[in-house]
Nanobody
């Protein structure tokens, strides 16, 4: 599976933004997909994830109620809708795929996209 994240940009606090993760490979629809983010000087952290069927989602407490993950297996794409963005959401966002159960742990993901930068300004 090859992943490519896109859609990042510069937004103001309170704005919304949707980023996408496009995948290639026939087994995409059998993989759990997660979004992680990494801010400057900080470790990569779990943002949210979605099961292969889309039936289960999980979010970090810091984004719960503001971010929504969805997937369109027909388009081999996973989306992260980010609402009410805050300054602390500024980071490079990475999507990752796992053929195991969805996890919050980076080492359980075998495939990673290149990241897309989201910058939230005041």
């Amino acid at each position: 599976v090859q992943l490519q994240a896109s859609g990042g940009g510069l937004v103001q606090a309170g704005d919304s933004l949707r980023i996408s993760c496009a995948a290639s490979g026939r087994t995409f629809n059998k993989s759990a997909i997660a979004w992680f983010r990494q801010a400057p000087g900080k470790e990569r952290e779990f943002v949210g994830g979605i099961s292969w069927s889309g039936g289960t989602t999980r979010y970090a407490d810091s984004v719960k109620g503001r971010f929504t993950i969805s997937r369109d297996n027909a388009k081999n794409t996973v989306y992260l809708q980010m609402n009410s963005l805050k300054l602390e959401d500024t980071a490079v966002y990475y999507c990752a795929a796992s053929f195991s159960a969805m996890s919050t742990l980076t080492y359980q993901y075998d495939y990673w996209g290149q990241g897309t930068l989201v910058t939230v300004s005041s």
